[in-house]
């Protein structure tokens, strides 16, 4: 079975680290605070060349943090682009602030042009996405932030090394949220980091990280055991029981989520913001030394898909060089029925994202999103279909997909 989700960054040496730290009593003590939270932080300082820099529990943790920072209060606007997801509208909703939709362009980023329009005395941040990990149109984008003296956070949750006209994402707007969720560039487990590249909103920002707590132990544990139990449950598929097993665990909250339910009603879930727990920052350190090699293999799997399926019947994304592909999306006119004819035969693709504000089971009402408010990210959302990059993948694995996908259009 190919996977596209399910942890898909996790090496044996990550699921080496996450069992030390669940099954040796003389470990315990460092599951929450220890040296790798400042290893983490000092390499990522380094990689960004990054005079501030705050690590979190997740991307949305960040991304609060970030619109605190900036007093952003009941009533006022955040701009952010429809195709995304719901953490991003409830960091926004805890604030008091209104979320404010923009549509996006073919390339899956805001569009620049439609952003504008949505720019009113109330606007007080605006949050650029580099969807899949294509940049947005900064040059753009900034220049419409300076008119209007709005700040810009940008959203890196899918990009982590991509480059903009020679200059990392995340560094370009005022600040730039990263993510190391489970699915993401990095992964270890559930983690972000907030890069601040402006000394008066740092300012504000360090005295109110200096009140953000750890997390508690009975939350991390949880994403500890995806490391060792998705392999495990990967390889039931075989069998046929992987969905019923990994379902379970997430039922019995073994395995930690990537969303709570409470979240998908736009209610905060039991994981209060907090700081980034030791033991998922040693997974995340083991994973930065790698993280140059990860991107490559993403730019060469991405550029198997482009050379070898058939283009007859789907749009491509862009082509990237300085930025690689988290997930490499395609535009097609039946994707339900490509995902089920592909999981049929043993590959499970992604489904990023297949409504404007994902994942597709929330309650929409709470989103403040207006249906027929943006039709191009609603006509993306409900064609796009992604396939994986991650370092499990081989070339073979890439040309089994491509060669599944042309048979699948042979056929219909
Ligand atoms: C576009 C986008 N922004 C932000 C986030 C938040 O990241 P995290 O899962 O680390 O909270 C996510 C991921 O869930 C995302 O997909």
């Known amino acids: 079975m190919i996977f596209t989700g399910f942890q898909p960054n996790a090496s044996s040496k990550d699921i080496r680290t996450a069992l030390t730290y669940l099954l040796f009593p003389w470990k315990w003590h460092t599951l929450i605070e220890g040296e790798y939270e400042q290893k ?6 380094k990689f960004f ?39 991003v509208t409830n960091a926004i909703k805890w604030t008091g ?26 606007t007080k941040a605006i949050i650029v996405q580099h969807t899949f990990g294509i940049p947005a149109d900064m040059d753009a984008i900034m220049a419409l932030a300076r008119h209007y003296h709005i700040p810009v956070i940008e959203d890196c949750a899918h990009v982590i090394g991509g480059e903009y006209r020679g200059k990392k994402l995340g ?21 972000g980091a907030l890069l601040v590249n402006n000394d008066d909103i740092a300012e504000q920002l360090e005295a109110q990280y200096a009140h953000i707590p750890y997390p508690k132990r009975r939350w991390i544990i949880p994403y500890l ?7 495990l449950g990967k390889s039931l598929y075989r069998i046929g029981i992987g969905k019923y097993f990994l379902a379970a665990l997430k039922k019995l909250s073994i395995t930690g989520r990537v969303i709570y339910d409470r979240e998908k009603k736009g209610e905060r879930s039991h994981f209060a913001v907090s700081r980034l727990a030791n033991s998922l920052a040693h997974i995340l350190c083991i994973q930065l030394h790698e993280l140059e090699e990860l991107n490559e293999h993403r730019h060469q799997i991405a550029r198997w898909y482009e050379e070898e ?15 690689a592909y988290v997930r490499y999306p395609i535009v097609v006119d039946t994707p339900k029925e490509l995902h089920n004819f ?24 709470n989103t403040g999103y207006v249906a027929g ?10 064609r796009s279909i992604n396939l994986p990059t991650s370092r499990h993948i081989s070339t073979e694995d890439a040309d089994t997909i491509s060669r599944m996908i042309t048979a699948f259009y042979a056929q219909n």
């Open 97 to 122: 602030a209104k979320p404010v939709y923009v549509d996006v362009t073919h390339t899956f980023t805001i569009n620049p042009a439609e952003l504008e329009k949505k720019i009113t005395p109330k």
């Open 40 to 45: 983490a932080h000092r390499m990522l300082r």
């Open 49 to 87: 060349s990054a005079d501030h820099l705050y690590l979190f529990d997740s991307g949305r943790s960040a991304l609060e943090s970030a619109l605190r920072a900036l007093d952003i209060r009941t009533d006022d606007e955040v701009i952010v682009q429809a195709y995304t997801c719901v953490v």
């Open 309 to 323: 399926i058939d283009r007859k019947h789907i749009t491509f994304p862009p082509k990237l060089t300085a930025t």
């Open 225 to 231: 055991w995806n490391f060792p139990l998705f392999p």
């Open 373 to 382: 408010s943006c039709p191009v990210a609603e006509n993306l959302s409900s």
């Open 342 to 365: 592909c999981k049929k035969n043993g590959i499970l693709l992604g489904e990023w994202y297949d409504t404007v504000i994902a994942p597709n089971d929330i309650v929409f009402s």
């Open 171 to 191: 560094t370009i707007g005022d600040m730039g949220m990263l993510s190391f969720g489970t699915d993401k560039v990095l992964s270890c487990g559930r983690g």
